[in-house]
């Protein structure tokens, strides 16, 4: 059964940080591509970043402006993804999604999605 489940969302101030992970088992996700999404209210579902399948390669959002950094452990079953996210803004107030797939930045480039875990910046 393909899962993908995020975990680390929560409330944090302006200023803080949180670190985002992403468990990805039952394919051999470690041959996958894996990125983040994200999406605010009334908003469309944007990339953030995205690694690949052998950590050799990295792309972030314009957005993100060096704030972001993004890791992954390609275990023998299991893909753990991290975002590691600092100096957070209100604008970054988003549920947050793990996805597998092509290295991209095109949400069709994703076959495999998580169901999203919510952070919130306050002012």
């Known amino acids: 059964q393909v899962q993908l489940v995020e975990s680390g969302g929560g409330l944090v101030q302006a200023g803080g940080s949180l670190r985002l992970s992403c468990a990805a088992s039952g394919r051999t996700f470690s041959n996958y591509a894996t990125g983040w999404f994200r999406q605010a209210p009334g908003k469309e579902r944007e990339f953030v970043t995205t690694i690949s399948s052998s950590g050799n390669n990295t792309d972030y959002a314009d957005f993100v402006e060096g704030r972001f950094t993004i890791s992954r452990d390609n275990a023998k079953n299991t893909v753990f993804l991290h975002l590691q996210m600092s100096s957070l803004k209100p604008e970054d107030t988003a549920v947050y999604y793990c996805?597998?797939?092509?290295?991209?930045?095109?949400?069709?480039?994703?076959?495999?999605w998580g169901q999203g875990t919510q952070v919130t910046v306050s002012a």
């Open positions: 996805a597998a797939g092509q290295y991209g930045r095109r949400r069709t480039d994703y076959k495999y």
